[in-house]
């Protein structure tokens, strides 16, 4: 596409950073960090990103990895340190200690907080260029090594240019660069698993010290501990179901069916703070890059929180394409960036494929077929039984069974 005739003299950065999430801000600190000069587009205001309700749950080869970069010092601060996740089926409860069975555990820190973390890192520590309510963003000649990126500036409405080396699509699965691809370049693969969720988020502490999967013939629930005073709830719903049609007092009567235990205590109440329907689904865009455009995060791929993968796939993409970025530009090493896209699919299919593993395990039994729940019964019972079973769960739900290249 090419540029608007009236725009003004243009602007140069080498990497220009489309989106202002935990892909864009980790990356544009690892640039800004190696005195890489970049500029950030976000399409919200800095207090929205800040405060927009996302995922909560980091794997330790993620935080170890924003340690390595002085990004994680709020978060070894702040996060809890979760052990242990435990089902709830029949009745009865039935924990997998993952840290007893690999020496690794989780980092419960929710994302608002760790967006306000790199965002507050990337431009007011090290100084970095990010502009927030930016419009229309358009990208421009990604085939060439002349490549630039346009937007409609919100206070003044003018389109301005911004010429560069590289773009980023760090913007999210709605966002526009991914449909800058051209479709006959790229395999975009799609799963639906054919279920909704109820996102829910309560005024309320947790009832559990763990992440707790509830498995039931009405369908999945989910607790997962977002602080000491608000806990994330999911309820398995149909797909496009309208969050009216779950009144406070209906939400509470089926938390507390699916995730009823004979020894647990019930949910605790409180005020529901958001409510939405999240239909279950993935994609993989195959490659990640076109020309001088490389995706990361939900640009690339969407990886539906049935596993909570999301947050971590964005931030390997991050590290991993900020350090070729790196090597290009201050070293002439094109390896990195040469090499991105596949590095990143690794983790991205194994995520993938943990997901629809586990997703059968969630909806298997409220799926109204009578062979699906019973081989979703065989997998819990080898799961609970087996401690090899246990621990290869235990594995990919951590992530560390796939190269770990942070």
Not at 252 to 272: Q, S
Not at 382 to 395: G, H, Q, V
Request: aromatic fraction near 8%; hydrophobic fraction near 40%.
């Amino acid at each position: 596409m090419a540029p608007h005739p009236d725009s003004p003299v243009p602007q140069g950065f080498p990497v220009v950073i489309v989106g202002a999430g935990p892909a864009g801000l980790t990356l544009g600190n690892i640039l800004r960090a190696a005195s890489v000069d970049c500029v950030v587009l976000e399409a919200e205001s800095r207090e929205s990103i800040e405060r927009r309700p996302r995922a909560g749950v980091l794997e330790e080869w993620a935080v170890r990895g924003l340690e390595r970069r002085g990004l994680a010092g709020n978060l070894l601060a702040r996060a809890q340190r979760h052990t242990q996740c435990e089902f709830r089926v029949g009745g009865r409860r039935h924990r997998v200690s993952y840290t007893e069975l690999t020496g690794h555990h989780h980092f419960v820190y929710p994302q608002p907080l760790l967006v306000t973390d790199l965002v507050r890192e990337y431009a007011d520590v090290r100084g970095g260029d990010i502009r927030f309510g930016v419009r229309d963003v358009r990208l421009h000649d990604l085939d060439t090594d002349r490549p630039s990126v346009s937007y409609l500036c919100p206070e003044s409405g003018e389109r301005q240019l911004i010429r560069c080396d590289f773009v980023a699509g760090c913007d999210g699965a709605r966002g526009v660069t991914r449909t800058a691809l051209p479709p006959d370049r790229i395999r975009i693969a799609r799963h639906d698993y054919g279920v909704g969720w109820l996102a829910l988020l309560a005024e309320a502490p947790p009832s559990s010290d763990c992440v707790v999967f509830g498995v039931h013939p009405h369908g999945f629930a989910g607790h997962m501990a977002r602080s000491p005073e608000v806990t994330r709830y999911y309820l398995q719903c149909p797909p496009g179901d309208d969050p009216a049609n779950w009144p406070h007092e209906r939400v509470w009567a089926e938390l507390r069916l699916r995730l009823g235990a004979a020894d647990a205590p019930p949910p605790t109440e409180g005020r529901l703070i958001e409510k939405r329907v999240l239909d279950m689904h993935n994609y993989v865009v195959e490659p990640m890059a076109y020309g001088r455009l490389f995706l990361a995060g939900d640009a690339a791929h969407l990886t539906a929180p049935i596993a909570a993968k999301g947050m971590n796939l964005a931030l390997h993409d991050a590290f991993l394409l900020g350090d070729a970025l790196v090597a290009h530009l201050t070293r002439g090493d094109g390896t990195g960036l040469a090499g991105y896209s596949a590095a990143c699919l690794g983790r991205v299919w194994d995520y993938q494929e943990f997901s629809q593993w586990l997703s059968e395990v969630y909806h298997g039994t409220a799926s109204g077929d009578p062979y699906r729940a019973g081989t979703t019964l065989a997998r819990l019972r080898r799961l609970f039984d087996s401690p090899r079973a246990a621990t290869a769960f235990a594995e990919q739900y951590l992530g560390i069974t796939t190269l770990t290249s942070w």
